[in-house]
């Protein structure tokens, strides 16, 4: 009984958008005999940042094509202010994964201005640094924003 009263509102809180107890950043960190959650496709659902995630995201960030000089990827400073979410798919490996954080350059004031910027990645795979929004989160999901408490800013 217990454990049913447990599972009801861990899938409430999810529909309601918060992070219930129960929520970790991905399906990979749960162990045995934790309550899965999971939302209906198209359903935004704010996630935990990791250490992990965090460092993938810098990873992105530092992998970025865009970039237009070099650096050593001990020079990338956060991400910081990071939100984390994804808008399930039908399947785990069309969950769509999004974060928004601040991110830099240490010792290059010009590339904290702007942001905050956006990462975006399918199931299992490579996080991807979508750009520096200017502030314009209009490439994330209203979906998702709304779960954050954030607006687009546009």
Do not use: E
């Amino acid at each position: 009984m217990r454990r049913s009263l447990l599972t009801a509102f861990v899938a409430l809180s999810v529909v309601a958008g918060g992070a219930g107890p129960a929520l970790a950043a991905d399906t990979a960190g749960v162990t045995a005999g934790a309550v899965a959650v999971s939302a209906a496709p198209g359903q935004a659902v704010n996630l935990k940042l990791t250490a992990q995630v965090r460092k993938a995201l810098a990873d992105a960030y530092w992998r970025n094509p865009s970039s237009t000089d070099p650096f050593p990827r001990a020079k990338v400073d956060g991400p910081k202010d990071v939100h984390y979410g994804k808008i399930t798919g039908s399947t785990p490996a069309r969950d769509v994964y999004w974060a928004i954080g601040d991110i830099g350059i240490k010792g290059d004031p010009v590339s904290y201005q702007g942001g905050p910027h956006i990462w975006r990645k399918v199931g299992n795979g490579t996080w991807k640094h979508v750009g520096d929004t200017g502030g314009c989160l209009s490439k994330v999901p209203a979906k998702l924003l709304k779960v954050w408490k954030q607006s687009s800013h546009c």
